[in-house]
């Protein structure tokens, strides 16, 4: 999640509230940090990542 590139649109926790959270102002909770995703939870993941129109979610596989 690069937090320089999110503007808070909230499309990520919208899409995936399973996933991902919003913060007090409304960004994303996991700004500037890794998250791990179960194995579950990866659809819903890249449709966050999907949704973002600034591309800040970015998935990548272990």
Do not use: I, K, W
Request: proline fraction near 5%; aromatic fraction near 4%; include cysteine.
């Amino acid at each position: 999640m690069d937090a320089d590139l999110c503007t808070g649109h909230g499309r990520c926790y919208a899409h995936a509230p399973e996933v991902f959270e919003p913060d007090d102002e409304g960004y994303n909770a996991a700004r500037g940090e890794v998250a791990e995703v179960a194995a579950a939870q990866t659809e819903a993941a890249q449709r966050a990542v999907d949704s973002c129109p600034e591309r800040a979610l970015t998935v990548r596989e272990r």
